[in-house]
């Protein structure tokens, strides 16, 4: 495994300068994760409109390269997005993540794909993937109004 | 001594770490194993294994004086008065988790305390916890200083006549302070306050005296101490044992069955229910060999060395922050690299074969108390060279060349 396909230059430009970093002044939901095993933290505000699309999403955390390009990339890729497509691309993320199912990314335009892949390595290193996929658990938590913390040891 | 040749009675080593030789600074955690230790469990199991105890064929009475042998040359090893103080269990959580069970039914009332300290583990904080929840118990934590040293004299505050227990470390996981623990013993034996040293770093790394501490009760877990994993030791002085009531029920613990009432075994059977990690046990009697065979000295001065030397060399590289500065330091070396977190180190420096650990090693309250999320740490055993540590240097080097940091 060459230690490039998992820090990409992507997610270490992204590790250091997440997008949509801060706190969003009138979010309408929010949530907050957690990885207790290594401290990662994050806490994702959105601002769905009455179409339930989103107009904006910021985060607020620490953490690995890792998890914090994840997370900066995830709101990328979700902002402008209706909620349905939002959690079609969490889904999709989650699968190619945890079982290396490919991503159709039908939503996605080719700068949104060449991000997202850039996260794929991450499958190879199973003790990562948690790093990776705590914020996309928090947004799922987020979008669906749980606005409950989530815990990666307590989910998948 | 010839390190070379201690490298050589450890299969591990000849294993390749992607692609690379295994450099392995992870000894805190878990200690490799040597040969012969790897080679009694297989033997005991291939030509001797029998449950111990009341069986009266041969089998079972060889298995049982392999056993007692190991518990005897535990009770030397820890300068233990008699045979009877030594109890195997499962690690040294077991242990702690017995102490504070047994002596907490029996001696922790509403409000009463026990004090710990800010650098334990959580196998010394949370079995307290229990007696807090259960008992309505007050934890005190004594603080340390930056440097990773606890506070004597606000040690020594904390002691009052509702003080019941002190429990603390003799050596750092994080820090790598050892604890000056006799004069700890005896500021709370003046008190007549019992004490409970968890062992289970000091074990593989210093000598032990239990008879020279006086401590009441010293953990340990003998997969640190080059032994297998399922086996722990739990010292304690007779007078305890024979006071504080059993801890698990079932067989081998008990005297007489009846209807109505029950009588327990005496020591140190009354402490060790159920079957135990007989070839476990047999097999670290081959552990103490192998530490004795190089001699504590040795050992104690080889870590010494490499531990001078790592610290030498880490503060030579840029944005690598060492984390506490102890009076008295074993080879527990935990850093931060300023931009990196510990989690991306590991991944990197595993690239490179070297094995480290990540993340806040089972001790939340110290790093609370560091303002640390998590660290890196590199923690030795007496496998180790200083080709590891160079090796170690030039994988953070990679691993900063990775970051691009300046």
């Known amino acids: 495994m060459d230690l490039k396909e998992l820090y990409q230059d992507i997610i270490l430009e992204h590790g250091k300068s997440p997008r949509n970093f801060g706190k969003c002044v009138n979010h309408s939901h929010e949530a907050k994760g957690y990885n207790p095993l290594c401290g990662d933290q994050v806490h994702i505000y ?71 892949m850039s996260l794929s390595g991450v499958k190879q290193y199973p003790m990562r993937v948690k790093c990776a996929t705590l914020s996309w658990h928090t947004l799922t938590s987020a979008l669906d109004g749980k606005n409950e913390e989530i815990n990666t040891e307590k989910v998948d | 001594m010839n390190i070379e040749n201690i490298k050589s009675q450890f299969p591990i080593f000849s294993k390749k770490i992607n692609g690379k030789n295994l450099v392995y600074l992870d000894s805190s955690n878990s200690s490799q194993k040597p040969l012969s230790v790897i080679n009694r469990l297989d033997e005991f199991y291939k030509n001797e294994f029998s ?11 060889n298995a049982t004086n392999k056993f007692e042998e190991t ?43 026990i004090l710990i300290t800010e650098l334990e583990h959580h196998s010394n904080y949370v079995p307290w916890h229990y007696l807090r929840e259960s008992k309505g118990a007050v934890i005190k934590f004594a603080p340390i200083n930056e440097n990773g040293d606890i506070i004597i004299s606000e040690f020594e505050k904390l002691i009052n006549s509702k003080t019941k227990i002190v429990a603390v470390t003799h050596l750092s996981n994080v820090t790598g302070t050892i604890v000056p623990v006799k004069e700890i013993i005896d500021l709370a034996h003046k008190k007549k306050i019992p004490v409970l040293i968890d062992g289970c770093q000091s074990a593989p790394h210093i000598k032990i005296d239990v008879k020279d501490l006086d401590c009441d009760f010293y953990a340990i877990s003998c997969h640190k101490v080059y032994g297998p994993t399922g086996v722990g030791v739990l010292y304690a002085k007779k007078k305890w044992l024979e006071k504080l009531p059993p801890y698990i029920g079932g067989g081998g613990m008990i005297s007489e069955v009846n209807k109505d009432k029950i009588s327990y075994a005496p020591l140190p059977e009354k402490y060790e229910a159920g079957t135990m990690p007989t070839a476990e046990v047999v097999a670290f009697n081959e552990s103490i060999k192998f530490m004795k065979s190089i001699g504590i000295e040795n050992l104690v001065n080889h870590e010494r060395e490499l531990t001078n030397y790592a610290l030498e060399k880490l503060k030579t590289i840029n944005s690598v922050k060492i984390v506490g500065n102890p009076k008295n330091k074993a080879g527990v070396i935990s850093f931060t690299i300023k931009g990196v977190h510990p989690h991306d180190i590991a991944t990197i420096l595993d690239e490179d074969g070297v094995a480290i650990r990540a993340g806040h090693h ?29 090796i170690l240097c030039k994988a953070i080097e990679n691993c900063r060349k990775v970051f691009d940091l300046k």
Do not use: P, W
Request: net charge neutral; charged share 30%; with cysteine.
């Open chain 2, 51 to 61: 449950n111990i105890g009341r069986s009266i064929h041969s089998l079972s009475v």
């Open chain 2, 71 to 113: 518990r005897n040359s535990v009770k030397d090893f820890i300068n233990a008065n008699s045979k009877d103080e030594i109890i195997f269990t499962k690690n040294a959580t077991e242990s702690i988790n017995l102490v504070a069970s047994t002596f907490g039914k029996q001696n922790i009332e509403k409000g009463d305390e």
């Open chain 1, 46 to 116: 959105l601002k769905l409109n009455e179409k339930k699309n989103v107009d904006k999403i910021t985060f607020e955390g620490s953490g690995c390269a890792i998890s914090m390009a994840s997370t900066s990339i995830m709101t990328e890729l979700v902002k402008g997005k209706s909620f349905e497509v939002a959690k079609k691309i969490i889904d999709e993320f989650l699968n190619m993540i945890k079982s290396g199912s490919e991503m159709k990314t039908e939503d996605l335009n080719d700068d949104q794909k060449t991000k997202i």
């Open chain 2, 362 to 390: 089972c001790c939340q309250i110290l790093h609370q108390r560091l303002n640390l999320v998590a660290t890196a740490r590199a923690s030795f055993g007496v496998y180790n060279t200083k080709e590891d540590i160079d």
